[in-house]
């Protein structure tokens, strides 16, 4: 916090001082962002530059672990030529930062790093162009080196960013500055230390939870045993009785407020409470069924050729249908929440990938004036789609205005369980055919309750219909799911690409071919078998039809623009059901590569994660009661299930950057669901893959 | 009533007046200022809030304070020493063994125990002593390889 603060001290006063970089009053802002939310013009929201040639760097992206305070810190050093270590990354104020739209969808660098890029290019170009006035020589005889600009052949004529800035009382904007090609690049595509490792590994990187104004109380808030289940009635006098407690009531929300986080835990615990019971009859067996029954009507995406036609040609058909559990965020952070009050102004800290968002929902439940809400994000223990919404932040708000003091609410792993946004549980039917020549005839792929995210096949079959009806984003009619759902990295597609790849396998074991041959045969991206291509090589591929006994699988798919194949190899005990994936092999095409350490770890990530819903994480539940409330039942993915994982990444200077926190986490379902089949035969079409289901589809 | 307890924390005497049957980690987070210690999910399950008492890992989150009394418990803020990281932190950051780094000190403490009682711990020691330390985010390879890394070079210290 005083971190930051010292910061936007040290940053304003150098910009007020120095006047070139002169920060433009907070209102204007305001209104700016009032009117329409988009990425400021002015380069200044982004970069500030001070005396000692330090760079500060303004985005309202947050850092939670995907590695963009880095590769966003690069990316402006590379256009600033400035060495990396002298940017100083801001992230996520909504008083310091322009305007963002939240951190999601892996599109910080690929969506935004182009922002920045021009942002950085043309303030480059500002300063050459004051360099040159102040050398007495023409701009193209300039040259930068770690922000000093020199005279090309002189090098002792020269200035330094800090000295210019310092010099000039002036604001110049430049037009159509156009940022480095590749080939000009020194730092971006070469592995980066990151930034946030020497605070993260010794403890010094604060988290919402490590925020602590003076005077804050701890809130636990009473939630209902079931989701849908009412209060009743309440006692909170036992609770009261707790030296230092202060009990908050207020209709539906009651709050035990205390010094320590944990003695109002304990006080909340004393709260006698009786409940509704929930309307909710569903439960984690009985749950697919009542998709399908309270799913609207599939509605069609694509529609290609003619199914029909494409049965007609048909020799054998394959129809199956893939089930996919509900699976929580579980980030190890908690939703968390800090809210201050001063005199009016409402300053809250949260664990939010959406600071802006949730500045302008502030605005809205407190009804205050949006330049009397600020949000700042500290670093985030994980968000995973998570932590887009962030009702604590409204929780602590509240209550802080209704204790008179700062508040922090940080909910228990229960009801981190309990409130998530799950990833929908979905119902994927598969229909395809294979003719004559053993070639896909036709393929239609109906999905229920995921979303619509990679529901087409990549491949390029003639006769296509793709429909999907009910979606992660909402919009669901009422006790679809039994709880809320939401984004969980790479919303969708984790659902549909398990189907779409599994059945895929499930053809070509039909027409007796190698699964990898079977792909390339019936792909037109070049780029996508290429991928494919080159983890084969790595992975030391030789073709044998599934199932081959060697426990080998492969799946692939497009992530927007990034090309992402899997290989992997697993043994199944066949007594115990048991799965072990000894390694996997990634190829990914994700154009230019910022970082490639950084983008290695997020594949490391997506792929162990994926292995989480591939094998053990499943919500369980019944009648709005959700079962599994900690990591004692809820299993994610531990060492002991951890395989060797080596990733490549394909050279691709044609295009621009996208981002690598998701692509391959899409492929892990199928991936391991192809390799099972391939070691004993048996084909999963239930995620997660249970001991229990693998001996079941043994039995089968 | 109040009964004042004390221990060793990170190499100095502390003694603290807070209730003996609350747990060390709110303690520490929140009446001694050291934040690094993180809960995750304050049953035991994660590992997050992992602290030493006399050498030994302990969930700090369900270890009550009383159960330290006239004990040397050693935090994450306790491993620099005049600004030279601990070789298992050195590790860490050589090998980019953190993501969010939410895990990482409970992470970096339980390795801390781990070498100084097997130096030399194979894959499958590794993988077994941080079992109980959960990443989400899926540093796992990183964090074996910055572990065996560490232990290479005497991470011990
Ligand atoms: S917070 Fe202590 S083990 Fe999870
Ligand atoms: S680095 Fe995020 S939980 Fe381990």
């Known amino acids: 916090m005083t971190n930051r603060r010292d910061f936007l001290q040290t940053t304003t006063a150098l910009a007020g001082a120095l006047g070139l970089f002169i920060s433009f009053p907070l209102a204007a802002q305001e209104t700016e962002k009032a009117s329409r939310p988009s990425y400021p013009k002015d380069f200044n929201a982004y970069l500030r530059i001070g005396p000692d040639g330090r760079v500060g760097c303004f985005v309202g992206k947050v850092e939670m672990g995907q590695g963009s305070m880095t590769a966003l810190a690069m990316l402006a050093a590379e256009e600033l030529d400035v060495p990396l270590d002298r940017v100083d990354m801001l992230m996520g104020d909504t008083d310091l930062c322009p305007w963002d739209g939240g951190t999601w969808g892996s599109l910080s660098v690929w969506q935004f790093g182009p922002v920045l890029r021009g942002a950085a290019a043309e303030a480059r170009a500002v300063l050459l162009q004051l360099a040159a006035e102040r050398l007495g020589v023409a701009t193209v005889r300039l040259q930068v080196k770690e922000g000093v600009v020199a005279v090309l052949g002189a090098p002792d004529r020269h200035v330094a960013y800090g000295d210019l800035v310092a010099g000039q009382r002036i604001e110049r904007h430049l037009q159509d500055v156009k940022p480095k090609a590749v080939k000009q690049f ?325 027409a007796k071919v190698d699964p990898l041959a079977f792909r390339l045969k019936h792909l037109q991206n070049p780029r996508l078998a290429h991928v494919l291509q080159t983890a084969a090589k790595a992975f030391g591929w030789t073709p044998k039809p599934a199932p081959s006994g060697r426990g080998w699988g492969v799946a692939c798919a497009e992530h927007r623009e990034t090309m992402v194949a899997a290989m992997a190899e697993v043994v199944v005990d066949r007594k115990t059901g048991e799965v072990r994936v000894k390694r996997v092999v990634v190829a990914q095409d994700m154009g230019v590569v910022v970082n490639p350490d950084g983008a290695r770890q997020q594949v490391e990530g997506c792929v162990t994660m994926g292995l989480g819903y591939a094998l053990t994480e499943e919500v369980r539940f019944k009648n709005g009661q959700v079962l599994d409330d900690n990591f004692d039942t809820y299993r994610i993915p531990r060492f002991a299930q951890v395989p060797s994982i080596q990733t490549i990444l394909i050279d691709n200077p044609d295009l621009p950057a996208q981002g690598g926190g998701e692509p391959a986490i899409v492929l892990m379902g199928a991936l391991i669901a192809n390799a099972i089949h391939d070691a004993v035969g048996a084909r999963l079409l239930h995620l997660p893959m249970t001991p229990a289901r693998v001996k079941q589809a043994l039995k089968a | 009533m109040a009964m004042t307890i004390s221990f060793t924390l990170n190499g100095r005497p502390v003694s603290t007046d807070a209730d003996g049957g609350r747990m060390l980690a709110f303690v520490l987070r929140n009446d001694l200022g050291l934040t690094g210690t993180k809960v995750g999910c304050g049953e035991g399950f994660c590992g997050a809030c992992t602290v030493l008492v006399d050498g030994e890992p302990v969930r700090s989150c369900s270890t009550p304070l009383s159960a330290v009394a006239g004990k040397k418990v050693l935090t994450i803020e306790g491993l620099e020493l005049n600004g030279v990281l601990h070789p298992v932190q050195e590790a860490f950051l050589d090998h980019g063994a953190y993501q969010c780094g939410f895990c990482t000190p409970g992470m970096i403490m339980s390795t801390v125990a781990l070498l100084q009682n097997t130096p030399r711990p194979d894959r499958r020691q590794v993988a077994e002593s941080l079992d109980g330390n959960l990443c989400r985010c899926g540093a796992h390879v990183r964090i074996l390889a910055a572990v065996e890394a560490a232990a290479a070079k005497g991470g011990a210290k």
């Open chain 1, 186 to 510: 020194s730092l971006v595509g070469k592995d980066a230390a990151r930034k946030d490792g020497r605070a993260k590994v010794t403890g010094a990187a604060q988290y919402t939870a490590d925020i602590l104004p003076p005077g804050t109380l701890h809130a636990c808030l009473l939630r209902p045993p079931a989701h849908g289940a009412r209060l009743s009635t309440v006692d909170t006098s036992a609770a009261e009785l707790v030296p230092g407690v202060k009990v908050l009531h207020n209709g539906d929300t009651v709050a035990v407020l205390h010094a320590k986080p944990d003695v109002a835990r304990e006080a909340l615990g004393r709260v006698k409470a009786t409940f509704a019971s929930s309307p909710s009859t569903v439960d984690d067996a009985s749950i697919f069924a009542h998709l399908l029954k309270t799913a609207p009507p599939l509605k069609e995406l694509v529609a290609k050729g003619s199914i029909a036609a494409g049965e007609a040609a048909t020799e054998h058909r394959h129809e199956a249908t893939y089930l996919n559990a509900y699976v929580a965020h579980a980030p190890m952070e908690p939703h968390t929440a800090v809210a201050q009050w001063d005199k009016g102004r409402l300053t809250v800290w949260a664990s939010t990938q959406a600071p802006f968002l949730l500045k302008s929902q502030l605005v809205q439940a407190l009804g205050l004036k949006a330049q009397d809400v600020r949000v700042i994000t500290p670093f985030l223990g994980g968000g995973f789609g998570g932590k887009g919404g962030a009702p604590q932040a409204i929780e602590a708000a509240r209550l802080a205005r209704m204790a008179g003091t700062p508040v922090q609410v940080t909910w228990s792993r229960k009801e981190e369980f309990f409130l998530d946004t799950f990833r929908p549980a979905a119902v994927v039917k598969v229909h395809a055919g294979l003719d004559k020549a053993g070639r896909v005839s036709y393929w239609q792929h109906d999905v229920t309750a995921a979303g619509e995210a990679e529901s087409s096949p990549v491949y390029a079959f003639e006769h296509q219909r793709i429909r999907s009806s009910g979606s992660w984003m909402g919009g669901n009619p009422p006790g679809m799911h039994p709880f809320a759902v939401g984004a969980w990295r790479a919303p969708a597609a984790n659902t549909n690409v398990f189907a779409s790849e599994s059945h895929m396998d499930a053809l070509a074991a039909k």
